[in-house]
């Protein structure tokens, strides 16, 4: 099922001549996609994910991955399963809540299947394949403001009841076993949360090119690394700094690093390519 633009842009105002092209060649390319002429559909959303580079908040993120979803579906008509799925997974990176992108990732996870590569597994990989990667970041900060607000009321209390002990030369009030349990909890849910953002702003893309060389350089002719196939995602580590930015220089997780073609990735976590050129 297609996902609509308008929805987002209700509160636009008129006068915002830049999300008015947006919504017109959404609704252009929406029109298509109903009529069945699945290419021209198809130009018409990367026209609109393109515009990225040359205007400012052309999408926000929601809007992003309502067109990215329409593009995976409108591949998977077109039997173009591995696009389908690079596509199906920058509409999830856009919008993890997004319902169409993950009804489409149930309903068509076997028709492709990405390729294994041997690698050492991060600490962030086992948290979330026991279940962090179903927490949101909301969902964090607010058990990370609940036990900041119990153990910050515990420890007042504990230091007034000192106090108190001290004024009346008492016995010792002691720091009970409670308190250690909240500021471990705190702990825990706040190095989560640390990582759950550290991982959601990482900027990463995913291949979406047939097959791909991994090169130890930018430029022509460089040495290869490896291959890396369609649906293979990367950690974007800088760009190179031509005028272009032809090359990106990427890293998978746990393995191998290098340079690849930024025409042949599909950016995951981000309505748009980063403009700038690094120098170093």
């Not at 809540?97 to 600490?123: C, G, H, L, V, W």
């Amino acid at each position: 099922m297609s996902q609509n633009l308008s929805q987002n842009n209700s509160e636009a105002s008129s006068a915002d001549t830049t999300t008015n092209n947006s919504a017109s060649l959404f609704e252009q390319a929406l029109s298509l996609q109903n009529q069945k002429k699945t290419d021209e559909a198809i130009a018409l959303y990367h026209k609109l994910l393109d515009l990225g580079p040359t205007k400012d908040a052309v999408l926000n993120r929601e809007q992003a991955s309502a067109v990215s979803q329409n593009l995976a579906i409108l591949y998977f008509d077109k039997k173009e399963s591995a696009l389908a799925y690079v596509y199906n997974q920058k509409a999830l990176a856009l919008d993890e809540r997004n319902p169409s992108a993950i009804e489409f990732q149930k309903s068509s996870k076997i028709n492709f299947q990405t390729a294994s590569i041997p690698r050492d597994i991060s600490m962030l990989e086992n948290l979330n394949a026991i279940g962090l990667k179903y927490l949101s970041i909301e969902a964090l900060v607010a058990c990370v403001a609940v036990f900041l607000f119990f153990t910050l009321r515990n420890i007042s209390r504990f230091l007034v009841e000192r106090k108190k002990s001290d004024l009346a030369n008492s016995h010792i009030v002691k720091f009970n076993l409670m308190n250690y349990v909240l500021i471990l909890f705190l702990f825990i849910f706040s190095s989560l949360l640390t990582l759950k953002i550290y991982d959601s702003t990482e900027l990463k893309a995913i291949v979406k090119s047939t097959q791909i060389a991994v090169q130890t350089a930018p430029g022509e002719n460089k040495p290869v690394v490896t291959q890396a196939e369609i649906g293979t995602i990367f950690k974007v580590l800088k760009f190179s700094n031509d005028a272009d930015l032809t090359y990106v220089q990427i890293k998978y997780p746990g393995a191998y690093s290098g340079w690849v073609k930024r025409s042949d990735l599909e950016l995951l976590n981000s309505t748009k390519w980063p403009v700038f050129i690094d120098k170093n």
